[in-house]
């Protein structure tokens, strides 16, 4: 408990301010002065440098002619009045007022009548900037004491604190004790977590050439490795080739894990020959996104300040994708500290359409994922880097339920925010990840063992699923041919913020995770100065006390989302800002599907085969992503959407677009 703070002694009579009816009696002097032919003659009297002057104004000396400048400043007519709605008394207008004039009169009033310390102009830079903080309704008295608050108690305490925790950039160590739970049941014990029973794969053989395999998902790679019809060392060599083959026009690559790529598809294929099958990941390639810690490799998290750093520690989501047999290829393009598609390399482009970018900092696990560069990557959200990317890119990739993967040594935005997921080719595949990434750590408080169903064997026919009115009506009839009951839906709501209360959040939580980075001038050097930079440093005149209210205005939210949600599932619209902010807040658990291609908009004479891809978005509540994954397997199970290529090496005759 913090000590009372000893009482401010009395200031000695030459440091005390003037007192208000000195203030009243000075203008009242001054007005009597100036009233009639007497201002005439202030001017002149006060501009002759002989110290005289004619006429009525020939008696006013030095100090004197400084009360009547002081008086020529002020209305003719001084009316007392309160500001509106301020709630301030009169005098209050009028100190303030003089105030004002005092700053610019200052110059020619004696020194003897001035106190050698003057408090007032040190007050009227705080009340100024309160207006910055909604707060702007405390008087002088009490703004005299916030000062002096913030200098004893305040500033050494922040000092303090940042010399314990935040002297490390990117928020890896010493997490916040104020978890966010996305669960919305009461069950507080932790329920055994069962892995998921996947499929056989269908009789799955090799194709003869190397594009197709490419294009081949998870679980088909998976079939084609434990039958040996293909070595992982042979995989890795396909995919690291058309990594090298495609970075140069997507961008999409930071750094090729070469090396150790052939290293651990020498281990899973020696597994393999001594009888020891990992499962469906067992020796398949994947790519990172360059926020995940990987030792002896650069985690450059996208930022030229960080280019050549190495985090020697293996991040949780890296360490089970490795026990798994996974094999890791390549660090793949972060946006700059996780904000968008521009990183210090350049900026990475959509393999449907290479004239555009592939939008959100998941951009190089989007963009290669889409152009068969990887079978499969993982990427981030905080706020619609999964959504947005795998939407561009035409890819599937499931946003999970918060807190479901752990995310130890992952640079991190907001703790409350961040979640880790997988970009695939199919849903399958993404529920093939999921399982094998999901679980709890000890570096990551918030992250948990959520039980989820196994999304294999969900009986989709008793399910209700809503449809939102932007959502792809395709989707609709398809699901309700399959069995499962479709009805317009709506989520209601009364919270107005929702977004506001998303970038409170999320810019708070990244400044104290970047808090250094900003006081040493880095934001100087980012590589796009109305992203990060901006927002950062608006961050800093965001109260506490406001974002906690902001964080209670989120809990108002999240449960009138949980009151409204009154189906299984819902289909819309997946790049919708205001839902991409809500679906954050609460932690719900999306799956992005492909359901279709579109012409781009002004295509070049001849036509061209680039496109705009189409996507929509399942929806279910937090801790069914189960049910999200079911509803996408069986859409993609009739549709083969999620199952065509870009057009890389061939956008059309008349397209002059360098490849």
């Known amino acids: 408990m913090?000590?009372?703070?000893?009482?401010?002694?009395?200031?000695?009579?030459?440091?005390?301010?003037?007192?208000?009816?000195?203030?009243?009696?000075?203008?009242?002097?001054?007005?009597?002065l100036t009233s009639g032919p007497a201002a005439a003659a202030v001017a002149p009297a006060a501009g002759d440098t002989g110290g005289a002057a004619g006429g009525e104004g020939g008696f006013i000396r030095t100090r004197t002619a400084a009360v009547a400048r002081f008086a020529m400043a002020w209305p003719s007519k001084c009316k007392w009045f309160p500001l509106p709605n301020s709630g301030r008394c009169p005098s209050y207008t009028l100190?303030?007022?003089?105030?004002?004039?005092?700053?610019?009169?200052?110059?020619?009033?004696?020194?003897?009548?001035?106190?050698?310390?003057?408090?007032?102009?040190?007050?009227?830079?705080?009340?100024?900037?309160?207006?910055?903080?909604?707060?702007?309704?405390?008087?002088?008295?009490?703004?005299?004491?916030?000062?002096?608050?913030?200098?004893?108690?305040?500033?050494?305490?922040?000092?303090?604190?940042?010399?314990?925790?935040?002297?490390?950039?990117g928020g890896l160590h010493n997490p916040s004790v104020l978890l966010f739970k996305s669960s919305w049941s009461s069950d507080s014990m932790a329920s055994e977590t069962r892995s998921f029973k996947y499929p056989r794969a269908p009789s799955v053989h090799r194709p003869t050439n190397d594009e197709d395999i490419a294009f081949m998902s998870v679980i088909e790679l998976g079939e084609l490795i434990r039958t040996k019809q293909i070595t992982s060392c042979e995989l890795t060599d396909i995919f690291l080739r058309r990594l090298k083959r495609y970075n140069p026009v997507l961008e999409a690559v930071v750094t090729y894990t070469e090396d150790l790529a052939y290293k651990q598809a020498k281990e899973a294929d020696d597994l393999l020959a001594q009888g020891k099958y990992l499962g469906p990941l067992h020796g398949i390639p994947y790519g990172l996104k360059d926020?995940?810690?990987?030792?002896?490799?650069?985690?450059?998290?996208?930022?030229?300040?960080f280019k050549n750093q190495v985090i020697d520690s293996e991040a949780y989501v890296y360490k089970r994708l490795k026990s798994a047999g996974a094999v890791l290829v390549a660090k793949l393009v972060t946006g700059s500290l996780a904000y968008d598609d521009i990183w210090f390399g350049g900026r990475t482009r959509n393999p449907w359409?290479?004239?555009?970018?592939?939008?959100?900092?998941?951009?190089?696990?989007?963009?290669?994922?889409?152009?068969?560069?990887?079978?499969?990557?993982?990427?981030?959200?905080?706020?619609?880097?999964?959504?947005?990317?795998?939407?561009?890119?035409?890819?599937?990739?499931?946003?999970?339920?918060?807190?479901?993967?752990?995310?130890?040594?992952?640079?991190?935005i907001s703790e409350s925010l961040d979640k880790l997921g997988p970009f695939c080719r199919s849903a399958v595949d993404c529920a093939i990840v999921l399982d094998a990434i999901r679980g709890k750590d000890a570096g990551d408080p918030s992250s948990r063992e959520v039980a989820l169903g196994d999304p294999f064997h969900v009986d989709i026919t008793k399910l209700t699923v809503g449809y939102l009115d932007d959502?792809?009506?395709?989707?609709?009839?398809?699901?309700?041919?399959?069995?499962?009951?479709?009805?317009?839906?709506?989520?209601?709501?009364?919270?107005?913020?929702?977004?506001?209360?998303?970038?409170?959040?999320?810019?708070?939580?990244?400044?104290?995770?970047?808090?250094?980075?900003?006081?040493?001038?880095?934001?100087?050097?980012?590589?796009?100065?109305?992203?990060?930079?901006?927002?950062?440093?608006?961050?800093?005149?965001?109260?506490?006390?406001?974002?906690?209210?902001?964080q209670r205005a989120r809990g108002k939210l999240i449960r009138e989302i949980k009151d409204s949600f009154t189906v299984?599932?819902?289909?819309?619209?997946?790049?919708?800002?205001?839902?991409?902010?809500?679906?954050?807040?609460?932690?719900?658990?999306?799956?992005?599907?492909?359901?279709?291609?579109?012409?781009?908009?002004?295509?070049?004479?001849?036509?061209?085969?680039?496109?705009?891809?189409?996507?929509?978005?399942?929806?279910?509540?937090?801790?069914?992503?189960?049910?999200?994954?079911?509803?996408?397997?069986?859409?993609?199970?009739?549709?083969?959407?999620?199952?065509?290529?870009?057009?890389?090496?061939?956008?059309?005759?008349?397209?002059?677009?360098?490849?």
């Open 95 to 169: 100190v303030s007022k003089y105030h004002k004039i005092w700053k610019e009169t200052e110059k020619f009033v004696s020194a003897k009548d001035v106190p050698k310390k003057e408090p007032v102009s040190d007050v009227i830079a705080l009340k100024d900037s309160m207006k910055y903080f909604d707060a702007d309704f405390f008087n002088d008295s009490k703004l005299r004491e916030m000062e002096d608050g913030a200098k004893e108690f305040n500033v050494p305490a922040f000092r303090e604190n940042r010399k314990l925790v935040a002297s490390e950039n």
């Open 353 to 412: 359409n290479i004239e555009e970018f592939s939008t959100g900092s998941s951009a190089g696990p989007a963009a290669s994922t889409s152009a068969g560069m990887v079978p499969f990557a993982i990427g981030s959200e905080t706020a619609g880097s999964i959504t947005y990317p795998a939407a561009r890119c035409g890819v599937t990739a499931l946003r999970p339920t918060f807190g479901t993967v752990a995310r130890t040594d992952v640079m991190s």
């Open 2 to 32: 913090r000590p009372p703070r000893p009482p401010r002694p009395t200031p000695p009579p030459s440091s005390r301010p003037l007192h208000l009816p000195v203030v009243i009696s000075i203008l009242c002097f001054a007005a009597i």
């Open 291 to 305: 926020i995940i810690a990987v030792p002896h490799y650069k985690t450059t998290w996208g930022s030229r300040t």
């Open 568 to 659: 299984d599932a819902f289909v819309g619209n997946v790049t919708d800002w205001e839902r991409v902010c809500l679906g954050n807040l609460v932690g719900m658990p999306v799956v992005v599907v492909p359901t279709g291609l579109k012409s781009i908009e002004d295509p070049p004479k001849g036509g061209t085969k680039r496109r705009t891809t189409v996507t929509t978005g399942i929806y279910a509540p937090p801790d069914h992503d189960h049910i999200a994954l079911a509803l996408a397997m069986a859409y993609q199970s009739v549709t083969n959407h999620n199952k065509q290529r870009p057009p890389i090496d061939d956008l059309g005759p008349n397209d002059g677009i360098h490849k």
């Open 471 to 550: 959502a792809e009506m395709e989707v609709v009839h398809v699901l309700s041919s399959k069995g499962v009951k479709l009805v317009p839906f709506k989520l209601n709501y009364t919270v107005e913020s929702v977004q506001s209360i998303l970038n409170i959040t999320m810019d708070t939580d990244m400044l104290a995770h970047f808090d250094n980075w900003q006081r040493e001038g880095h934001d100087d050097d980012y590589e796009a100065e109305d992203q990060w930079p901006v927002e950062l440093r608006r961050a800093r005149l965001i109260p506490a006390v406001d974002y906690i209210q902001a």
